[in-house]
Every structure is written in structure tokens, then in C-alpha cells.
């Protein structure tokens, strides 16, 4: 029986995927002793299932599957020297930066001088937003169905209704229509689409697939297995339409009704969480609350591309290197810094604390509503100190923006004209 | 004169473009707005003319650590091949290893494009069943 | 005829007893019947235990407030729960004591708190205090009302475990299993009686009827003047464990004025989860365990009536079960447990309408129906505890102090592989689950066992690992992947065959 092993490192990074990986190889050419840490045998979180394309136009200025993506990072991180622990996953973290890693025949203490939260998101369930019906065999997240078709190589059904027309639910439809199973409709209760209109017409319009938009689905039929599933139209406040129910058949009902950042270690960890993006709230150096624990990707906030978040996670990584190295790391205090607010029609905005006297900071953040040209300003006090002119703007993209911050004062509002 | 709005698949951006033409598209007869980059009128006169694609899907792997390695088409094919592409993939078994960029198919179809390896797949050791 | 060796039952013997159903009743039965020398055959139509109501209930230990006194529900309940809270301790079976508050939104329901009170103090129910507002917050923080009854005996029970524990112990010590057989018809014979299922005859000399929402009509191919039953459903709502950290006690409201039943209440879990529910409504169809969009409404505005601060954005789940009522739709209320023993050879035992206190009941139930067997029939000897196989229910590796998991993680190796990452579940935890001595292979029942796709993300992460685990180390093909048996497949087949290999 060996003792617990309790080792030591200047940046644990939580999560091997994009914005990991890129955290952990930013800080280890920063000069830091970097261990990452993923619960996956293959290093690169979803990328390994995203078999499709659209990666790395703006990281390499190449169009990349998932797995291709992942693995320049990967050469990235062992490149720089990052350890790494596979097949290993972090059940504890404390404030005072110990990890409690669990894998097969060992549970392990790591102390971090600074700790990179990475670990993504999981995908709202069928139990989450409550759709009526028993609980039939064949109802699936499409995540969870990407996994079992390109890693399982299991058909998962025959005859397929898509809710919700994210990016994810239109490259499973085209998926799995490649791979001979019928897709019925694609379900989308906002009066838009929320994927991509770029995959709107390589994943539906090319094979024909109906989209129908201000619609959901209000049951689902079956006992045993899904035998069909009801529609109904919803109005512009979300009301169900009655008498407009048609029934869709279908055996298997896929489920891309939105992604939530997984922060369980993080509350565990007392780290504060934004209630709109769900993930921390952090400084412009990706800080959250507690000293020294660092957030980025999909766990701070919903991206849209994996290149912004492994962009956002070599910043993080940069700071946490900094930050191990005994570097000034400015933190999450009221009197030291200034809030940003998403002002109107802006989402969210992150980060949401800027240091004073920084000079210039870039904004992620993300509109409302979908709208045709517009200008996004940032605005402190009376000063404007960022714009961001668009020809259009959506919600399902991730808008950036430089804001100059070096004589801001007062607190920072994001608007959207 | 002819006119089309179409979205671009080339990349995220998804460049909505407003195509007008006269006669047989080509690049002296057509004019494409919304574009970001060049590419964006070759899309266009593809589109109208040839579309192309990019087929990703997987291969089954024989001894490796996955089931499966996921492949991509080298190139866009035209869209019609696609269904070729697939039916010459689906009885392909490669041996593991598999890695980044090896070709599984070689110019299917005379389109001059090979699939290739998309995922590495390591090889598993001790039993040599999946 | 008499045993004296605990033999398994095969299907062309004459048992000594056949239990048709084994939810919480019929596996109280056979745990019970486990511990004396006799051999026993269960018929159940699911394929596991306790799929039905017994799964899809409050999971409360009733105090035995809110049953007339001298009724069976009051008598049961009340010897039923110092059983079952022996029987959870000898199998290890999560239970707390954890308090019930019956709260009163408005002082005209003072007076059905009191009324409250003296059925429970008729019933023997210690400790009760009417309560006021404040008294109730120090209590349970966020608990919105006038004044409350504060019912300390009340507990909470994991109603699946405590289920599948007593059945998987019952099947090591001897007693036979049929699962996936449905019973049609009970019938005399001439060693007592038979059951035809199509899957086969089980013949026994007493047959037990506790097969539910189904007793009523499966007692009438016997007993053609056995009452029949109606169901009437009840969905629940789960939450997060999240809202499990800021509820301590069961909280009910109080009886309306005019009316009976039990309401919406907030139930915590053995697990950290907390209940919304049930709602009420008869239905025609026995099977009906689907949730409505309206109910579910219904259920998050009454529970937050109770509890303003209800974190109602952490709801992860929904279920529903089917009570067994004797009561019509007209009549409503609820009727007293019947006993009935078919009239001819009075070797058939029916339970019917083993509705709410059924969970707490059962154990008392299965000892009064031994104890009435035990009257004619020569008395079975009871199992020397030293030839008794244990199968405790396995403790929760998550809840499990550090030291304890290192130690445990060093002796199974499989412990320090966590595979549901929302409920802390090792994959030795699941690959104990697979390995269930009633031979379940049903998604379903794997989770029951182990928590495995229990969790908030409701299998994101585990239902890939528990595929590839049971593909690629036990050789599983996709068409046995199934929810709960044959009739709900997971999968319709491979993507890319395999049959190169």
C-alpha cells in the first residue's frame, strides 16, 4: 500500500481540452512547472468527437476538424514541457490551491501555487427545461449522441427530431443523415437559429432537412422507446400556441438546448460565479475571487469558436504563471478595480473586473438579440473607450472588442445600439 | 441578370454573399458582395455551378485504443460525390496505428482527392480484438 | 409438507411460497421468508425489482399521524417503520430521521394541525409540537408559514435501495427470481395453488398477490368478487443536490380546509436531492408514469408558496408512480389496506390498495402475512444467522472520508476510477452493480444500484464511460444496451460493423 503522493506545482491546469491545453503551454513558456490534469484517456476534452470542420481559421489560418485542432495544441503543451496526467479526474479543490486527483489505483494530493480551471461544460437536459412524456429510451443530448456515433459506433436510431438549432444539433443532423438515418425536422423555439448560418446550410438546406422555426416540443411519445414526439408554435414570449400541436414521428429525440459551464469544483472552491454566464467572475487577468485560481474556455463562458478559447486560455495561463512566479497579480477587489456591465442589448460581459490602470483590455461578450448593423460601444462615464463596429450581430457569436483602460474611473458599460 | 443570397460554408464567418450574374457564372460575369476574402467568389461560382464539399466522417480501426478514427476528405469533392466517398469508406478497416494525416483512400473517384486520417489512434496492446 | 433445507425454487417444483410482484412488498416478503428455512419463487413482470411505485415515491419513514387509529395503515405503519429502520440497518440501506414540518399558510389550518395531532398521539406518534413561525424558521431556514406541527419520528428512506437490498439478499440466500414473467392468472390447485405466466407455471402452496396497481385484477381470475383498484398518479419533480444543502426536513402543508390528501411536499433525499410532489390525479392507464408540462407548473408554484427562495432553475428530473387506490375518482380520500384471502382454500393472500404508507408498511405487512401462514402451516425453521450470505448495500464511495477512500482505492484499484462525475461513482461501484446477484443488465438497473447517469447532467458524461466499459471489457453488443429490458432498447445497432474481427 503506497502513501497518498502529494507533489508540488507552480500551475495546475483543470481540463485538457482547448482552452486547457493552451493555458498549460502558455505558462510553461512562461517558465512555470505545469501540470495538466484531464479525466479523458486522449488529451483535447470534446474536440476528439467534433469530427467535423471549422477550427483553427483564426489560431492557424487553416480550416481543421476537432482532433486536428487539438493536437497542435497538444504538440503545443508537451512541446513546452507540460506534464501530463490522463485518465485522471480532480474531485477537490480548496481555496488554498490543493487538488485531490482521483484515476485508477490512486488518489493523489496536488499543491498548485496557482490552479487553471478548464474543465468546459455540460450539455441542459430533457430534465433540465421539463419536457412532458415518460422516459422512453432514445432520447439523447446531441453531445452525447456525437460521442456514441464517432467514438461508440453505435447507431443510435433510425428516424431523428433535433431540438434546438445550435451549432451541435446542426452538425449531428448532417451527421447522422450521412450515416443513413432520416432526420425529420429540426426543432427551434426562437424565432431565429441559434447555429451558425453556415451550418444552417451545409447541415439542413443541403439535404432538405425542414427547420421550424418558433417551435418546440411539448411531449414526448413513447413509453419504452421514443415513438414520436408533439410540436407546438410558441409566440414571441414563449407561450405554447394551443391548437397548433402536429405530431412528428421519430424514434430517437436529440436534445441541443444549450451548454452550462460545469463550476462544481469551483463553487467547492468558494469561487464567486457570474449569474448569467454561469462560470466565475474574473478580472482582466482571468482571476477569479479566490487568490491564485484562474478561469477560462467554455467553464467561464459559452464559446462559440475552440480558437477564442484557447486564446482566452493562454491569457489565463500567462497570468497563473505570473502569478506562481510570486508576480503582482491584481485581485478581485472592489476599491482596486472597475465592473464592467453588460449595459442594453449586451448579454454578458467577461471579464467583469478590470484592474486601474490597465491599459487595454479585451472584452468577450456576447448581444441579446440578432440585429443587422450595428456598433457595440463601451462607455465610462462619459467617455467612449471601445467600439466595435458589425454588419451584423447574433447571439450565437461571440463578439470581441480592445477597450483603453488606462484613465478609466468609473465602472464600464457594454452597450449595443 | 440572375441573383442569389447565399451563406458561405468556407469558414465560421459565414459570409452572407449577394451574387449577381449574367449567363454562365464565372469570374468575369459574376459579382460578389459580403465577402471577407477572395475565396468567397470562388465559393460562388462553385455553388452555382458545382458545389463542393467536405466530407468528415470515420473509419473503423482494427487493434487500436478507439473503435474508430475519424477522416476527412483532403479537399472539397463536389457535392454529388459525396455519397461515392461514403460508400468507399464504409467497408475500409485500417490497421492500428493510425495517424494525423495518413491516407486511407487515395483519389477517389478520379476527383483527385484522398481521404486521410483525421484522429490518431494509438495501437492497443495485449488483446488484439476491439 | 415440511423443508428443512433453504432450497432454490425452480419452476417445475412446488415452492412453498409464490410471491407475485416484487416491489417493496413482495421483496420485504422474501427477505423476510429468506431468513427462515422454506423455499420461495418471485414473479415479476419488470426485469428487476421495484421498478414501479416503490421506485417512484416520496421515500418517507411516516411518522403515523394521518391514519385512523386501529386501521391497518396506522397499525402497519406504525410496527412497519421499527422494522424498517432494522431491517435498512442490517443492510446497510441509507435512512435518516430527519423531522417533518406540517406547515400552516393561514390560521384556518391551525385547527387541521391539531386535528393532526391527535390521530398521531391515538396512533402513537411521539414528540409532536405545534410550533409558530419563528420556531419553524430556526428549524428549517426559508420555510414560509403561520405556525407548524413539528413531527421529529418522521424520516426518509432510499425507497429503490432499501428494495433492491432486501431482494438481492433474498436471492443469495436461496430465493428464486423470475424476472421478465408476468403473472395472468392465479388458480387452485392441488398443493395450493398456481400462477401461469407465459413464460411459465410457478405452483407453491401459498401465493402471495402484491403485485401493485395490477393486485386488484389479478386477484379477480381467482376471487372474481376482489375489488379492483384505480389508478391515480403522482409526479414528482427533482432537484439539484445544490437545494439539498438548504432543506434538513420533510415540509408539507397542512390538510386544506375541506378537503383530504396529502399535498405538494418537499422531500429531502437520502441522496442530497431534494422532491417537489406528488400531484394527484386518477388515471385510466396502470402504466401511465409520464409527467405533464401543467403539473410540473402546478407543482414548482405550490412548492414555492412553502418556500419562496425554492431554487427552482436546479430542477433535473421528473418521474411519476401510480398508487394503488380502492377509492373511485368520486369517492377519493384513501381506503384502508385489504388483506383478503381467496375464500376457497384460503392459500392465496391478496394485498390490495397498498397505497401511502405502503413504503414504511411493508415490512410489517410481509411479517403479519408470514405470521398468518405460519398458523396452518408447519412452522419453518429459522436460518442460523452464521449460514446467512450477507449482500449489505455497498456505502456510497463519495460520501466516504478520505482516509477511508485511500484505503479503499489501494485494495480495488477500479475505486480510484471515477466514471459519473456528478454523483462520485468508481467504476468498482458499477462493475459491483453489473455483477448483481439477480442478474440485471438494464441501464436502469445499473443506475438504481450505483447512482451512475443519476446526476444533474443526467448521463453526459457516465452513459460514454459505462458504453465503452461494458463494449470493450465485457463485450456488450450495442442491442443489449437497453433502459429497463427487451422492450426499450438504447441503440438500434452498430454505425460501422464489426465483423471484420
Not at chain 1, 461544460?121 to 433540465?128: F, L, N, Y
Not at chain 1, 430517437?252 to 457570474?274: F, K, Y
Amino acid at each position: 500500500m503506497s502513501e497518498p503522493v502529494c507533489s508540488t506545482v507552480d500551475v495546475a491546469v483543470i481540463g485538457g481540452g482547448p482552452a486547457g491545453l493552451a493555458a498549460a503551454a502558455a505558462a510553461a513558456r512562461a517558465g512555470a512547472n505545469v501540470l495538466l490534469i484531464d479525466r479523458n484517456p486522449q488529451l483535447g476534452g470534446i474536440l476528439n468527437q467534433c469530427i467535423h470542420d471549422g477550427f483553427g481559421l483564426h489560431a492557424f489560418g487553416e480550416v481543421l476538424t476537432g482532433p486536428e485542432f487539438a493536437d497542435r495544441y497538444v504538440r503545443q503543451a508537451i512541446g513546452a514541457g507540460v506534464r501530463l496526467r490522463t485518465r485522471t479526474l480532480v474531485t477537490g479543490l480548496s481555496a488554498d490551491g490543493e487538488l485531490v486527483c482521483s484515476r485508477y489505483g490512486a488518489r493523489e494530493t496536488v499543491r498548485a501555487k496557482a490552479t487553471v480551471l478548464a474543465m468546459g461544460c455540460r450539455e441542459r437536459t430533457r430534465g433540465m427545461i421539463r419536457i412532458p412524456g415518460a422516459r422512453p429510451a432514445g432520447v439523447y443530448t446531441a453531445g452525447t449522441a456525437q460521442w456514441l456515433t464517432n467514438i461508440g459506433n453505435v447507431r443510435i436510431g433510425r428516424r431523428i427530431v433535433i431540438l434546438g438549432s445550435g451549432d451541435i444539433g446542426l452538425i449531428m443532423a448532417r451527421r447522422l443523415t450521412w450515416e443513413g438515418a432520416e432526420v425529420a425536422a429540426v426543432i427551434e423555439k426562437l424565432p431565429y437559429p441559434s447555429g451558425l448560418p453556415r451550418n444552417i446550410n451545409q447541415c439542413l438546406l443541403d439535404y432538405d432537412i425542414p427547420l421550424h422555426l418558433s417551435h418546440s416540443v411539448t411531449c414526448i411519445q413513447g413509453r419504452n422507446r421514443v415513438q414520436g414526439v408533439t410540436v407546438s408554435r410558441f409566440d414571441e414570449n414563449g407561450h405554447a400556441d394551443s391548437g397548433s400541436e402536429f405530431e412528428l414521428t421519430c424514434d430517437t429525440l436529440l436534445l441541443s438546448v444549450g451548454l452550462i459551464p460545469e463550476n462544481e469544483l469551483s463553487r467547492h472552491a468558494g469561487v464567486a460565479l457570474d449569474r448569467t454566464t454561469s462560470g466565475a467572475d474574473v478580472t482582466d487577468e482571468y482571476m477569479t475571487s479566490v487568490p491564485g485560481v484562474f478561469s477560462c474556455g467554455n467553464v467561464l463562458h459559452i464559446h462559440d469558436l475552440a480558437d477564442w478559447a484557447a486564446e482566452e486560455g493562454e491569457r489565463a495561463g500567462v497570468s497563473a504563471a505570473r502569478y506562481a512566479d510570486g508576480g503582482v497579480v491584481r485581485q478581485l477587489q472592489d476599491n482596486a478595480s472597475i465592473v464592467v456591465r453588460a449595459g442594453a442589448g449586451v448579454r454578458y460581459v467577461v471579464p467583469q473586473r478590470i484592474q486601474r490602470g490597465v491599459e487595454e483590455v479585451l472584452l468577450s461578450l456576447r448581444v441579446t438579440a440578432p440585429r443587422g448593423p450595428t456598433t457595440i460601444r463601451a462607455v465610462c462615464g462619459n467617455t467612449i473607450v471601445g467600439e466595435l463596429r458589425l454588419r451584423k450581430a447574433h447571439p450565437a457569436t461571440m463578439e470581441q472588442m480592445s477597450v483603453r483602460t488606462a484613465e478609466a474611473a468609473k465602472d464600464l458599460e457594454v452597450i449595443c445600439e | 441578370m440572375s441573383e442569389r443570397i447565399m451563406t458561405c460554408i468556407l469558414c465560421p464567418n459565414g459570409c452572407e454573399l449577394h451574387v449577381a450574374w449574367n449567363g454562365e457564372p464565372n469570374e468575369q460575369s459574376i459579382a460578389v458582395d459580403g465577402n471577407l476574402c477572395p475565396k468567397g467568389i470562388t465559393y460562388a461560382i462553385d455553388e452555382l455551378t458545382h458545389p463542393m464539399r467536405t466530407l468528415t466522417t470515420s473509419v473503423r480501426v482494427r487493434g487500436g485504443v478507439q473503435r474508430l478514427a475519424s477522416v476527412k476528405t483532403a479537399a472539397p469533392v463536389s457535392r454529388d460525390a459525396i455519397e461515392a466517398f461514403r460508400d468507399q469508406l464504409r467497408p475500409v478497416v485500417l490497421d492500428a496505428p493510425a495517424a494525423i494525416g495518413d491516407v486511407v483512400l487515395e483519389n477517389v473517384k478520379d476527383t483527385g482527392v484522398d481521404v486521410v486520417v483525421t484522429r490518431a489512434v494509438a495501437r492497443r496492446c495485449g488483446k488484439d480484438s476491439a | 409438507m415440511n423443508r428443512t433445507s433453504n432450497t432454490q425454487h425452480t419452476a417445475n417444483q412446488v415452492a412453498d411460497i409464490a410471491i407475485v410482484g416484487a416491489g417493496v412488498v413482495g421483496a420485504s416478503l422474501a427477505y423476510a421468508l429468506s431468513k427462515l428455512h422454506c423455499s420461495v419463487a418471485v414473479i415479476e413482470k419488470e426485469h428487476d425489482v421495484g421498478t414501479a411505485a416503490s421506485a417512484r415515491n416520496s421515500g418517507v419513514i411516516h411518522a403515523g399521524l394521518n391514519y385512523a387509529p386501529e386501521s391497518l395503515r396506522a397499525r402497519f405503519c406504525m410496527r412497519g417503520r421499527d422494522l424498517l429502520m432494522a431491517w435498512c440497518d442490517e443492510l446497510n440501506v441509507p435512512y435518516a430521521v430527519c423531522g417533518k414540518l406540517i406547515v400552516a399558510a393561514r390560521n384556518e389550518e391551525i385547527p387541521g394541525l391539531e386535528r393532526l395531532r391527535t390521530m398521531g398521539e391515538a396512533n402513537g406518534v411521539p414528540d409532536m409540537a405545534l410550533i409558530d413561525a419563528d420556531a419553524a424558521a430556526r428549524l428549517q431556514p426559508g420555510i414560509h408559514c403561520v405556525a407548524a406541527l413539528h413531527v421529529p419520528s418522521s424520516g426518509i428512506v432510499s425507497p429503490y435501495a432499501f428494495t433492491v437490498a432486501m431482494a438481492e439478499e433474498a436471492a443469495v440466500n436461496g430465493v428464486t427470481f423470475h424476472l421478465g414473467w408476468e403473472a395472468k392468472r392465479i388458480r387452485v390447485t392441488e398443493n395450493g395453488a398456481a400462477v401461469d405466466t407465459p413464460q411459465g407455471t410457478v405452483s407453491a402452496r401459498w401465493v402471495v398477490n402484491a403485485a401493485g396497481i395490477h393486485a386488484g385484477r389479478l386477484a379477480q381470475t381467482i376471487d372474481p368478487d376482489a375489488p379492483g383498484l384505480y389508478p391515480c398518479v403522482g409526479e414528482y419533480l427533482i432537484l439539484d443536490k445544490q437545494a439539498g444543502e438548504s432543506l434538513g426536513m420533510s415540509v408539507y402543508p397542512a390538510p386544506p380546509v375541506g378537503g383530504a390528501g396529502l399535498g405538494v411536499h418537499l422531500t429531502p433525499t437520502t441522496e442530497g436531492n431534494v422532491l417537489l410532489g406528488p400531484s394527484d390525479e386518477y388515471v385510466s392507464d396502470p402504466e401511465r408514469t409520464s409527467c405533464t408540462g401543467k403539473t410540473a407548473d402546478r407543482l414548482l408554484a405550490e412548492a414555492k408558496s412553502m418556500w419562496p427562495d425554492l431554487p427552482t432553475n436546479l430542477v433535473i428530473g421528473a418521474y411519476a408512480g401510480i398508487r394503488s387506490k380502492r377509492t373511485s375518482p368520486q369517492e377519493g380520500g384513501f381506503g384502508d389496506f385489504l388483506i383478503r384471502r381467496e375464500p376457497g382454500t384460503q392459500r392465496v393472500i391478496h394485498l390490495i390498495g397498498i397505497e401511502s404508507p405502503g413504503l414504511t408498511a411493508a415490512p410489517a405487512i410481509a411479517e403479519y402475512v408470514i405470521e398468518e401462514i405460519l398458523r396452518t402451516e408447519e412452522a419453518w425453521e429459522p436460518v442460523p444467522p452464521a449460514d446467512r450470505v450477507r449482500r449489505p448495500w455497498p456505502d456510497r464511495f463519495d460520501e466516504l472520508s478520505e482516509d477511508e477512500k485511500a484505503r479503499r482505492v489501494a485494495e480495488d484499484p477500479d475505486h480510484g476510477d471515477i466514471i459519473c462525475r456528478c454523483e462520485g461513482v468508481t467504476k468498482a461501484e458499477f462493475l459491483h452493480a453489473l455483477g448483481n446477484p439477480l442478474g440485471v443488465r438494464t441501464l436502469s438497473g445499473i443506475k438504481y444500484r450505483c447512482r451512475a447517469t443519476m446526476g444533474r447532467c443526467s448521463g453526459g458524461y457516465c452513459l460514454p464511460r459505462i458504453v465503452e466499459i461494458l463494449q470493450d471489457e465485457h463485450g456488450w453488443t450495442p442491442e443489449q444496451f437497453t433502459v429497463r429490458g427487451p422492450d426499450s432498447p438504447s441503440f438500434v445497432g452498430r454505425l460501422l460493423e464489426e465483423n471484420h474481427e
